[in-house]
Protein backbone atom coordinates (compact mmCIF):
# COMPACT_ATOMS: atom_id res chain seq x y z
CA UNK A 1 0.00 0.00 0.00
CA UNK A 2 0.89 3.36 -0.06
CA UNK A 3 1.10 4.27 3.55
CA UNK A 4 4.71 2.24 3.66
CA UNK A 5 5.52 3.22 -0.09
CA UNK A 6 9.68 4.88 0.65
CA UNK A 7 8.51 7.87 -1.69
CA UNK A 8 5.74 8.58 0.35
CA UNK A 9 7.71 8.79 3.56
CA UNK A 10 10.64 10.38 1.90
CA UNK A 11 7.83 13.16 0.49
CA UNK A 12 6.89 13.41 4.25
CA UNK A 13 10.28 14.11 5.70
CA UNK A 14 11.13 16.52 3.70
CA UNK A 15 7.82 18.58 4.29
CA UNK A 16 7.94 18.23 7.89
CA UNK A 17 11.79 18.96 7.80
CA UNK A 18 11.36 22.32 6.00
CA UNK A 19 8.59 23.41 8.23
CA UNK A 20 11.25 22.90 11.40
CA UNK A 21 13.61 25.12 9.66
CA UNK A 22 11.91 27.92 9.87
CA UNK A 23 8.88 27.85 6.74
CA UNK A 24 5.19 26.63 6.59
CA UNK A 25 4.01 23.65 5.54
CA UNK A 26 2.98 23.93 1.94
CA UNK A 27 -0.49 25.24 1.12
CA UNK A 28 -2.36 22.39 0.68
CA UNK A 29 -2.49 22.46 4.45
CA UNK A 30 -2.73 25.94 4.60
CA UNK A 31 -6.08 25.56 7.85
CA UNK A 32 -2.61 24.29 9.61
CA UNK A 33 0.17 27.24 8.93
CA UNK A 34 2.17 27.78 11.85
CA UNK A 35 5.05 29.95 11.39
CA UNK A 36 7.72 27.00 12.79
CA UNK A 37 11.56 27.13 13.78
CA UNK A 38 13.04 29.93 15.85
CA UNK A 39 9.72 32.10 16.25
CA UNK A 40 7.89 29.06 18.01
CA UNK A 41 8.66 26.63 20.45
CA UNK A 42 9.61 23.40 19.43
CA UNK A 43 6.57 21.34 20.94
CA UNK A 44 4.04 23.54 18.96
CA UNK A 45 5.88 23.45 16.11
CA UNK A 46 6.48 19.97 16.05
CA UNK A 47 2.53 19.46 16.82
CA UNK A 48 1.35 21.61 14.01
CA UNK A 49 3.58 19.98 11.44
CA UNK A 50 2.07 17.05 12.23
CA UNK A 51 -1.03 18.14 11.73
CA UNK A 52 -0.49 19.57 8.48
CA UNK A 53 0.65 16.22 7.49
CA UNK A 54 -2.47 14.62 8.59
CA UNK A 55 -4.25 17.32 6.88
CA UNK A 56 -2.81 16.99 3.69
CA UNK A 57 -2.67 12.61 4.09
CA UNK A 58 -6.25 12.46 4.47
CA UNK A 59 -8.05 15.54 2.95
CA UNK A 60 -10.11 14.45 -0.17
CA UNK A 61 -8.68 15.06 -3.75
CA UNK A 62 -5.57 16.77 -4.14
CA UNK A 63 -6.90 20.32 -3.38
CA UNK A 64 -9.06 20.98 -0.76
CA UNK A 65 -10.08 24.53 -1.24
CA UNK A 66 -12.22 23.46 -4.51
CA UNK A 67 -11.35 23.60 -8.13
CA UNK A 68 -9.98 26.97 -8.62
CA UNK A 69 -6.19 28.07 -9.28
CA UNK A 70 -4.69 30.68 -7.13
CA UNK A 71 -2.36 33.34 -8.73
CA UNK A 72 0.24 34.53 -6.45
CA UNK A 73 2.34 37.62 -7.93
CA UNK A 74 5.59 38.22 -6.68
CA UNK A 75 5.24 42.06 -5.67
CA UNK A 76 9.02 41.95 -3.89
CA UNK A 77 11.34 45.02 -5.05
CA UNK A 78 12.92 42.92 -7.55
CA UNK A 79 10.16 42.17 -9.56
CA UNK A 80 8.48 45.59 -8.99
CA UNK A 81 11.49 46.78 -10.61
CA UNK A 82 10.68 44.55 -13.57
CA UNK A 83 7.09 46.04 -13.99
CA UNK A 84 5.11 43.04 -11.70
CA UNK A 85 2.70 46.46 -10.54
CA UNK A 86 2.12 46.62 -14.21
CA UNK A 87 1.60 42.98 -14.58
CA UNK A 88 -0.79 43.30 -11.64
CA UNK A 89 -3.01 45.78 -13.33
CA UNK A 90 -3.14 43.50 -16.65
CA UNK A 91 -4.05 40.72 -14.75
CA UNK A 92 -6.53 42.32 -13.01
CA UNK A 93 -8.21 43.47 -15.95
CA UNK A 94 -7.44 40.41 -18.16
CA UNK A 95 -9.15 37.66 -15.47
CA UNK A 96 -11.74 39.59 -13.80
CA UNK A 97 -14.71 37.43 -16.15
CA UNK A 98 -13.26 34.32 -14.93
CA UNK A 99 -14.89 35.46 -11.09
CA UNK A 100 -14.13 32.57 -8.48
CA UNK A 101 -12.26 30.47 -10.82
CA UNK A 102 -8.76 32.38 -10.53
CA UNK A 103 -8.17 34.03 -7.06
CA UNK A 104 -5.14 36.86 -7.79
CA UNK A 105 -3.36 37.56 -4.62
CA UNK A 106 -0.17 40.06 -4.84
CA UNK A 107 2.62 38.54 -2.56
CA UNK A 108 6.15 39.09 -0.94
CA UNK A 109 9.23 38.23 -2.46
CA UNK A 110 8.68 34.72 -4.04
CA UNK A 111 12.80 34.24 -3.59
CA UNK A 112 13.55 34.26 -7.52
CA UNK A 113 14.86 37.51 -7.89
CA UNK A 114 16.08 38.64 -11.24
CA UNK A 115 13.50 36.49 -13.20
CA UNK A 116 10.69 38.03 -12.25
CA UNK A 117 7.87 39.42 -12.45
CA UNK A 118 7.31 35.71 -11.17
CA UNK A 119 3.94 34.08 -10.78
CA UNK A 120 2.84 31.22 -9.55
CA UNK A 121 0.06 28.60 -10.01
CA UNK A 122 -1.27 26.88 -7.52
CA UNK A 123 -2.14 24.33 -6.90
CA UNK A 124 -0.64 22.92 -10.22
CA UNK A 125 2.94 24.55 -8.36
CA UNK A 126 3.89 26.34 -11.67
CA UNK A 127 6.27 29.19 -11.73
CA UNK A 128 6.46 32.00 -14.57
CA UNK A 129 8.76 34.58 -14.62
CA UNK A 130 9.83 37.45 -16.94
CA UNK A 131 5.95 37.47 -17.17
CA UNK A 132 4.52 41.39 -18.39
CA UNK A 133 0.82 42.17 -19.34
CA UNK A 134 1.39 41.16 -22.69
CA UNK A 135 1.39 37.41 -21.61
CA UNK A 136 -2.18 38.13 -19.64
CA UNK A 137 -4.08 36.80 -23.03
CA UNK A 138 -1.59 33.74 -23.77
CA UNK A 139 -1.57 32.86 -20.02
CA UNK A 140 -5.15 32.38 -19.66
CA UNK A 141 -5.61 30.80 -23.19
CA UNK A 142 -3.04 27.89 -22.39
CA UNK A 143 -3.26 27.40 -18.60
CA UNK A 144 -6.14 28.55 -17.38
CA UNK A 145 -8.50 27.58 -19.73
CA UNK A 146 -6.49 24.93 -21.21
CA UNK A 147 -4.95 23.08 -18.25
CA UNK A 148 -1.54 23.17 -19.66
CA UNK A 149 1.88 25.09 -18.75
CA UNK A 150 2.61 28.21 -20.69
CA UNK A 151 5.91 27.36 -21.77
CA UNK A 152 7.50 30.30 -23.30
CA UNK A 153 7.27 31.90 -19.54
CA UNK A 154 7.61 28.45 -17.64
CA UNK A 155 10.66 28.81 -14.68
CA UNK A 156 9.74 25.69 -12.77
CA UNK A 157 7.43 23.20 -11.79
CA UNK A 158 7.31 23.03 -7.91
Known amino acids: PLMGHPALLRALSDRYR ?11 TCRFRFP ?9 AQIAGLKALRHALFAPGRH ?8 LLCTGESCREDGALALLRALEEGLKDLGPLVQLTPTPCLSRCGKGPVLLAYPEGVVYGGMGPED ?6 VHLEGGEIYKPKLLEVI
Open 136 to 141: VLPLRR
Open 36 to 44: VGRYAPRRE
Open 18 to 28: EALEGGYAPCD
Open 64 to 71: PHGPFTHL
